[in-house]
């Protein structure tokens, strides 16, 4: 966890601000207690975004899908409110290491680790398809390895297997090395596409790095495609 910053706010939602536990373009997620003392995980989205209807839509989807996947291996919604001002949504705060942390930390995991870790993703996929969503950015970033096992987390481009899309026209949703083909040419992406990303996510557990890193995102997704 590292330090508010000047400008952070000290309390969303009713949930006091404690820390920062990471940032991204779209938004900076804060580590918050509840008067009750709970620990949660606040993710707010970036005032530029505001504004933005259509990355509101996007905001709000999280949400629903957030609410909508159940299972052991996933991190459950506590509260949000995607239309305040910014809007904001909480998950159960989740001690440990990122899967990238891990990795990039100790090295490659062992085979029998990498076993268990295939055995919990595949039931966290299961439980996103079943509740009719596509993750479509499972990597290993968005994945916490915890005393309770690993838990996928992140639904910010989740969305609906049926659903017409909210990205722009050209725009490529996901992470450059654990893609699917069908991502890395800008098509839909189905549940498959998450099975193929999981197959990249355990390979990079297995090796320590990313099977399609071609060192630079456009020959990354050429290596992908092909």
Same mark, same amino acid.
């Given at each position: 966890?590292?330090?508010?910053?000047?400008?952070?706010?000290?309390?969303?939602?009713?949930?006091?601000?404690?820390?920062?536990?990471?940032?991204?373009?779209?938004?900076?997620?804060?580590?918050?207690?509840?008067?009750?003392?709970?620990?949660?995980?606040?993710?707010?989205?970036?005032?530029?975004?505001?504004?933005?209807?259509?990355?509101?839509?996007?905001?709000?989807?999280?949400?629903?899908?957030?609410?909508?996947?159940?299972?052991?291996?996933?991190?459950?919604?506590?509260?949000?409110?995607?239309?305040?001002?910014?809007?904001?949504?909480?998950?159960?705060?989740?001690?440990?290491?990122?899967?990238?942390?891990?990795?990039?930390?100790?090295? $490659?995991?062992?085979? @029998?680790? #990498?076993?268990? &870790?295939? /055995?919990? +993703? =595949?039931? !966290?996929? %299961? *439980?996103?398809?079943?509740?009719?969503?596509?993750?479509?950015?499972?990597?290993?970033?968005?994945?916490?390895?915890?005393?309770?096992?690993?838990?996928?987390?992140?639904?910010?481009?989740?969305?609906?297997?049926?659903?017409?899309?909210?990205?722009?026209?050209?725009?490529?949703?996901?992470?450059?090395?654990?893609?699917?083909?069908?991502?890395?040419?800008?098509?839909? $992406?189905?549940?498959? @596409?998450? #099975?193929?990303? &999981?197959? /990249?996510? +355990? =390979?990079? !557990?297995? %090796? *320590?790095?990313?099977?399609?890193?071609?060192?630079?995102?456009?020959?990354?997704?050429?290596?992908?495609?092909?």
């Amino acid at each position: 966890m590292a330090e508010l910053e000047r400008g952070d706010p000290r309390e969303i939602g009713g949930y006091r601000v404690l820390g920062r536990l990471g940032a991204g373009g779209m938004g900076v997620v804060y580590l918050g207690r509840s008067p009750a003392g709970t620990l949660v995980a606040v993710k707010v989205v970036r005032p530029r975004l505001v504004g933005d209807g259509r990355y509101r839509a996007r905001f709000r989807r999280e949400v629903a899908a957030a609410r909508t996947v159940t299972g052991a291996y996933t991190a459950p919604l506590v509260d949000a409110d995607p239309d305040a001002e910014p809007p904001w949504l909480a998950t159960a705060y989740l001690p440990g290491l990122s899967l990238d942390e891990a990795v990039g930390t100790f090295g $490659a995991l062992p085979t @029998a680790v #990498v076993r268990l &870790l295939a /055995s919990a +993703l =595949a039931e !966290a996929l %299961a *439980g996103i398809h079943g509740a009719g969503l596509v993750h479509r950015d499972l990597k290993p970033g968005n994945i916490m390895l915890t005393p309770g096992g690993p838990r996928v987390i992140d639904f910010g481009i989740a969305r609906p297997e049926d659903s017409a899309t909210l990205t722009q026209d050209g725009a490529l949703l996901g992470t450059p090395g654990f893609m699917s083909p069908e991502q890395a040419a800008g098509g839909r $992406a189905g549940p498959p @596409a998450d #099975v193929f990303a &999981l197959g /990249s996510v +355990l =390979a990079y !557990a297995t %090796a *320590g790095k990313a099977p399609f890193d071609a060192g630079n995102r456009i020959d990354t997704l050429q290596r992908i495609r092909r």
